[in-house]
T-cell receptor, first 114, second 110 residues
């Protein structure tokens, strides 16, 4: 039982390049989330998903796209990276069935855009 | 728009001190209030408080939810250097969507 995993752990991009961050969870959770964390800003929600095939915008969605083709995976895409997207990205998941509201976080991806 | 505010933003104490961290929330369809501890990695869960569970305790840490004042506190007694971290407060609203505060940076000096 690996919990929530994220790949890659680190990445450096040049402005304008694209990339996809992968989040995977093996807890059969319905809900998955992508956050970014910047110094002094706490965690800000980018996009989230309430189930396979569904996605919704969070607080800071611009410049990002997501897909949830399989229940266990939630992908975050950057089509044309900008220096303002330099951040640490966390994926999280939670179960709707148990209604615990506790979100389990992945280890994070540190992204630098030059 | 949902909002969570934490105070103070940073705090420096000495080992053995007791600290109180504050969190206030304005969330539509409030369901729960969560506290996380974050060291140099992903946040780890501490407590969840709801209408049916307004007080939680684990060792030297305890937390209370004040539904009337829309706030919560996290208390840490007999602080240790290992308590140094960022403490995040979050509130759950519709669709289990969490709104986080900016976090409180706690530094415990030997």
């Amino acid at each position: 039982n690996a919990g929530v995993t994220q790949t890659p752990k680190f990445r450096v991009l040049k402005t304008g390049q694209s990339m996809t961050l992968l989040c995977a969870q093996d807890m059969n959770h319905e809900y998955m989330y992508w956050y970014r964390q910047d110094p002094g800003m706490g965690l800000r929600l980018i996009h989230y998903s309430v189930g396979e095939g569904t996605t919704a915008k969070g607080e800071v969605p611009d410049g990002y796209n997501v897909s949830r083709l399989k229940k266990q995976n939630f992908l975050l895409g950057l089509e044309s990276a900008a220096p303002s997207q330099t951040s640490v990205y966390f994926c999280a998941s939670t179960s709707w069935d148990t209604r615990t509201d506790t979100q389990y976080f992945g280890p994070g991806t540190r992204l630098t855009v030059l | 728009e949902d909002k969570v505010v934490q105070s103070p933003l940073s705090l420096v104490v000495h080992e053995g001190d007791t600290v109180t961290l504050n969190c206030s929330y304005e969330v539509t369809n409030f369901r729960s209030l969560l506290w996380y501890k974050q060291e140099k990695k992903a946040p780890t869960f501490l407590f969840m408080l709801t209408s049916s569970g307004i007080e939680k305790k684990s060792g030297r840490l305890s937390s209370i939810l004040d539904k009337k004042e829309l706030s919560s506190i996290l208390n840490i007694t007999a602080t240790q250097t290992g308590d140094s971290a960022i403490y995040l407060c979050a509130s759950t609203g519709a669709n289990s969507k969490l709104t986080f505060g900016k976090g409180i940076t706690l530094s415990v000096r030997p």
